[in-house]
């Protein structure tokens, strides 16, 4: 691979609607994936679902990992402004999750399935976009998903892309700080009890400034200085310093 001009071409070949994979090492495809992302996610993701597609049929002995996935949807999402289609590597992400889940010998821990990261690159694409319908609708799709649980980029993002609606934006900010407190409750009385924890930032919650700057951009879209000052407050009870 030449990280400089991208991939020999006799790697690829364009005049055909599916990539022409002439090298079967699966860490060579990996790399593949990772290095198209950014310029053309659309070959990419061509290499992506044939590495899928090769595990799948028993060709390839391991799978592209949710790193690859990721990447590919970020790619799309956020530094290609075309969430639309990063969403449409999600499904492809679970439908290859459950396709492998239904399929006898082979390890489940290999595949994984669409994370936090996955949901929060498309919100944020969504985001910038000023998108708010389908961001809610992905916001509201993660919030069902039992392995994963918003964190504090997902409630930046979807209050970003409803900055126009100041009455969801409050509903959002409220509820994203009341899970705040409920894990700062848990995590103290867990300690208090001596318990363990594997991994205990993964899924924690926590409140920036990144947070309130979206929350109080939605005020001044409103117009709206006695929320922002409620704001303000908010964010002095939480221990943050207001900044410039």
Same mark, same amino acid.
């Given at each position: 691979?030449?990280?400089?001009?991208?991939?020999?071409?006799?790697?690829?070949?364009?005049?055909?609607?599916?990539?022409?994979?002439?090298?079967?090492?699966?860490?060579?495809?990996?790399?593949?994936? /990772?290095?198209?992302?950014?310029?053309?996610?659309?070959?990419?993701?061509? *290499? $992506? %679902?044939?590495?899928? @597609? =090769?595990?799948?049929?028993?060709?390839?002995?391991?799978?592209?990992?949710?790193?690859?996935?990721? +990447?590919?949807?970020?790619? *799309?999402?956020?530094?290609?402004?075309?969430? !639309? %289609?990063?969403?449409?590597? $999600?499904?492809?992400?679970?439908?290859? /999750?459950?396709?492998?889940? #239904?399929?006898?010998?082979?390890?489940?821990?290999?595949?994984?399935?669409?994370?936090?990261?996955?949901? #929060?690159?498309?919100?944020?694409?969504?985001? @910038?976009?000023?998108?708010?319908?389908?961001?809610? +609708?992905?916001?509201? +799709? $993660?919030?069902?998903? =039992?392995?994963?649980?918003?964190?504090?980029?997902?409630?930046?993002?979807?209050?970003?892309?409803?900055? !126009?609606?100041?009455?969801?934006?409050?509903?959002?900010? =409220?509820?994203?700080?009341?899970?705040?407190?409920?894990? !700062?409750?848990?995590?103290?009385?867990?300690?208090?009890?001596?318990?363990?924890?594997?991994?205990?930032?993964?899924? +924690?919650? *926590?409140?920036? /400034? !990144?947070?309130? /700057?979206?929350?109080?951009?939605?005020?001044? %879209?409103?117009?709206?200085?006695?929320?922002? =000052?409620?704001?303000?407050?908010?964010?002095?009870?939480?221990?943050?310093?207001?900044? #410039?």
């Amino acid at each position: 691979v030449n990280y400089q001009t991208g991939v020999d071409q006799k790697y690829i070949d364009r005049s055909h609607e599916n990539v022409n994979i002439k090298q079967q090492n699966t860490s060579f495809l990996q790399s593949l994936i /990772h290095v198209w992302a950014m310029e053309d996610p659309q070959v990419a993701e061509m *290499y $992506l %679902k044939e590495l899928a @597609r =090769k595990f799948l049929a028993g060709e390839a002995s391991d799978p592209p990992d949710p790193i690859s996935w990721n +990447r590919v949807i970020s790619a *799309y999402s956020i530094h290609h402004g075309q969430p !639309g %289609k990063g969403h449409q590597v $999600l499904e492809d992400f679970w439908d290859f /999750h459950l396709q492998h889940q #239904n399929s006898t010998g082979v390890d489940t821990w290999k595949v994984g399935s669409p994370n936090l990261i996955s949901y #929060n690159s498309i919100i944020e694409g969504y985001a @910038r976009q000023g998108n708010a319908i389908e961001a809610n +609708r992905i916001f509201s +799709r $993660l919030q069902t998903v =039992k392995s994963t649980s918003p964190n504090i980029s997902t409630y930046t993002s979807v209050i970003k892309a409803n900055g !126009g609606d100041l009455e969801k934006v409050e509903s959002l900010a =409220k509820e994203c700080i009341e899970e705040w407190k409920q894990q !700062g409750e848990l995590l103290l009385e867990d300690a208090r009890e001596g318990a363990a924890h594997d991994d205990p930032f993964s899924q +924690r919650m *926590y409140i920036d /400034h !990144g947070f309130f /700057h979206a929350w109080l951009n939605a005020c001044a %879209k409103a117009r709206n200085i006695g929320a922002a =000052k409620k704001v303000l407050k908010c964010l002095k009870s939480c221990r943050l310093v207001p900044n #410039n």
